[in-house]
């Protein structure tokens, strides 16, 4: 049974960071692509980062890129997302997901696993 667990979000002030974790059961945990979505309220779920199965390739909504990383640790069967130079506008529900198949890819429907989000708040 594959299981994402996500954790470290929190209240954090406007250009301040946060990193989150995304801990999965293990199961061919490096075969596939892993990514984070966020959803704020009242607003539909959107991509905000994907990593392939070997860490090589990522790919960035525009609206984090340059600010947010993703990486993982195969090793530790987790992924995560370093979130920097945070804004209001980030505040939201963050999920990790695990993908379908070992590339990295954007659409929501292209993951088949989900954490139950963990929320990050950026204050004023």
């Known amino acids: 049974q594959v299981q994402l667990v996500e954790s470290g979000g929190g209240l954090v002030q406007a250009g301040g960071s946060l990193r989150l974790s995304c801990a999965a059961s293990?199961?061919?945990?490096?075969?596939?692509?892993m990514g984070w979505f966020r959803q704020a309220p009242g607003k539909e779920r959107e991509f905000v980062a994907t990593?392939?199965?070997?860490?090589?390739?990522?790919r960035y909504a525009d609206s984090v890129k340059g600010r947010f990383i993703i990486f993982r640790d195969n090793a530790k069967n987790t992924v995560y997302l370093q979130m920097n130079s945070l804004k209001p506008e980030d505040t939201a529900i963050y999920y990790c997901?695990?993908?379908?198949?070992?590339?990295?890819?954007?659409?929501?429907?292209?993951?088949?696993?989900w954490g139950q989000g963990t929320q990050v708040t950026v204050s004023s």
């Open positions: 990593i392939s199965w070997s860490g090589e390739g990522t």
């Open positions: 997901a695990r993908g379908t198949t070992s590339w990295a890819t954007t659409g929501l429907t292209s993951y088949n696993y």
């Open positions: 293990g199961r061919a945990f490096s075969s596939y692509a």
